[in-house]
């Protein structure tokens, strides 16, 4: 029914960009930080029961507690972020571990994984689109601990894909050796979701 | 009764009532009036209207030139039985929608619309009472809207507002609902302001609180049928108090606007 | 900032969209924990431009999930029993 109306002097929250600026296709600029949840802030208490895991098709099992995972080599990350709701934000910086450090040691055959969160969100990928510096495990946003609304105490930040893969709240990764669809990946968004290939949907 | 299903009975020749599942339609915005300093109703024409409950909403989409498209829900303030559909939008600084909505949007402007819906958190007359209706902000949209279809028919059943505003001037629809309650016995309408209250204010002048629902009442032997409506933490405050204090949770509904869906 | 949820109700538009009925009248039975309830009364987590997903108020599984995938909508119903209109 949209066909051809549009809203007399409409813009919305965006905002214009620079000369020289790439953004992936259909992206614009954000002003702010949209927060995006799909059910309520879990608040975990992180001294008694936080915990970070790597399961599934691995040698052995490997946990942290909240002490253990602060005590990791951490990194500063400073990257673009894409959402597939369109926005983009440049620059951002965080602070976290390299999926690459959790990794360490650990002998798999598994080809995907499948990161989990408290309230039950989860995303799959590849293994190789995590490893190899292109993913971490992020504490800190702008130098302040990671707010509960934008997944604190820690998120998956997977900056090369869209920003869904990046689950908030994640609590570990599973190990796969077949791929299975995550929340958004089995409603109808793409499998992949690599933004400069705009994969947004399913047959993308 | 199976949807769809038309339960023609009876010799009459009734048009069976085919389901239609809802699509989105222009509306022409008539007039603007300004409520308060941050709050405009859009007067709205819209064409082919079914008619609505008391209560319910329509969703609002805007699309840029380049395709971009924000979509937020907006409750009907006005009754069933006005002529023209009326929502009353309060502005928020930083908001994405509400800000065009009350600055930017005329008279003769089109604007795209689904609706109505939202059937749960609806009113009709024949649906009785005691009514708590309990609103912080613009959360008072939705529950105006059955005040004034309760005055439109006539209805006498027993109706208390409770209604939370930051200041005597961010009341909405204030002297309306003085003119209401002059002419109607058994209506009632107590105003709350949580940030500032002019001389001589002797009303409450805090948050709502247990303690102000208890006096307001009505006490929980009397099965009611509250409806709360506003800012997300207001609504929740509101609806945990009401069941402590002993209503039945089946007769509580709630609104939520969002974390900062209106003042109060 | 507080939770971004809604009630059922806020979710009538895109449901009445997909369904021929009364969405938020009708009665859930939750997978989760077997609540029945009517939808309106259930939680709404309105992720803009993704979709929505309305959960159980007592156990917080996701009754339905609706996506906005491109024009159309993508609804997964496997958390809801049965719906059963008013
Ligand atoms: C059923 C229903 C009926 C409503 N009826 C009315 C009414 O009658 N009148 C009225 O004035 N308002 C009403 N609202 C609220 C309205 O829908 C908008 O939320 C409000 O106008 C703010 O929109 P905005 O685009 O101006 O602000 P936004 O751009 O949405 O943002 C304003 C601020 O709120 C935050 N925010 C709020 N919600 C979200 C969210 N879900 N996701 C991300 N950020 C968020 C933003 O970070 C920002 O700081 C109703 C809401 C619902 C659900
Ligand atoms: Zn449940």
């Known amino acids: ?204 | 009764m199976i949807p769809g299903v038309s339960s023609a009975t009876g010799g009459t020749s009734a048009v069976a009532v085919q389901p239609r599942r809802l699509s989105w339609q222009l509306a022409e915005v008539v007039e603007v009036v300004p409520e308060t300093p941050r709050t405009r109703s859009l007067v709205l024409e819209v064409a082919g209207w079914k008619g609505h409950k008391a209560g319910q909403h329509v969703d609002i989409r805007l699309t840029a030139e380049d395709g971009y498209q924000a979509q937020r829900s907006y409750s009907i303030a006005s009754a069933p039985e006005d002529e023209r559909l009326v929502l009353t939008v309060e502005r928020l600084e930083d908001g994405e929608v509400s800000p065009y909505l009350t600055d930017v949007l005329m008279a003769g402007d089109k604007l795209e619309l689904r609706g109505p819906i939202g059937g749960y958190f609806a009113w009709e007359a024949k649906d009785g009472g005691p009514l708590l209706l309990v609103a912080g902000g613009s959360g008072v949209v939705p529950l105006m809207a059955m005040l004034r279809h309760r005055a439109a028919v006539s209805s006498d059943v027993p109706a208390r507002l409770l209604y939370s505003s930051r200041s005597y001037e961010e009341i909405i629809y204030r002297k309306e609902l003085e003119r209401l309650v002059a002419q109607d016995g058994s209506l009632e309408v107590i105003h709350t302001l949580t940030r500032s209250r002019p001389k001589g204010w002797s009303s409450y002048h805090r948050r709502i609180d247990l303690k102000m629902l208890k006096e307001v009442g009505p006490p929980p032997a009397e099965r009611l049928l509250a409806f709360i409506c506003g800012p997300t933490p207001l609504v929740e405050g509101v609806a945990t108090a009401l069941v402590e204090i002993g209503h039945d949770t089946l007769y509580v509904k709630t609104e939520r606007f969002g974390p900062t869906g209106g003042g109060g | ?86």
């Open chain 1, 1 to 204: 029914m949209s066909g051809g109306f549009f809203s007399r002097g409409f813009r919305g929250r965006r905002r214009p960009v620079e000369q020289g600026t790439q953004l992936p296709p259909g992206q614009y600029l954000v002003e702010g930080f949209p927060v995006l949840s799909a059910g309520p802030t879990p608040r975990t208490p992180l001294e008694e029961e936080w915990d970070f895991s790597i399961i599934g098709e691995v040698d052995e099992p490997r946990r942290w507690t909240w002490k253990e995972f602060q005590a990791l080599p951490s990194e500063e990350i400073t990257r673009d972020i894409h959402c597939v709701t369109k926005w983009s934000k440049l620059g951002t910086r965080w602070e976290g571990v390299s999926v690459d450090t959790l990794l360490e040691g650990v002998e798999t055959a598994a080809e995907f994984v499948m990161a989990f969160c408290d309230g039950g969100y989860t995303t799959n990928m590849p293994l190789e689109e995590v490893i190899g510096g292109k993913a971490w495990v992020a504490y800190a946003y702008e130098g302040e601990p990671l707010e509960p609304e934008h997944g604190g105490p820690v998120r998956l930040l997977v900056p090369h894909l869209y920003f869904w893969k990046s689950a908030k709240w994640v609590r570990g990764l599973r190990l796969l050796n077949h791929d299975e669809p995550g929340f958004w990946e089995s409603l109808g968004y793409h499998n992949h979701g690599d933004p400069w290939r705009e994969q947004r949907y399913w047959g993308d």
């Open chain 3, 1 to 86: 900032m507080g939770e971004f949820r809604l009630d059922g109700n806020a979710a009538a538009g895109p449901l009445r969209e997909v369904f021929s009925f009364e969405v938020t009248t009708a009665q859930y039975s939750c997978v989760g924990c077997g609540r029945t309830d009517r939808l309106g009364a259930a939680m709404v987590y309105e992720v803009r431009q993704l979709g929505t997903i309305v959960r159980c108020p007592s156990c917080d599984n996701p009754l339905i999930r609706l996506a906005h995938n491109r024009e159309g909508y993508l609804v997964d119903l496997r958390g809801t029993r049965y719906l059963t209109t008013g």
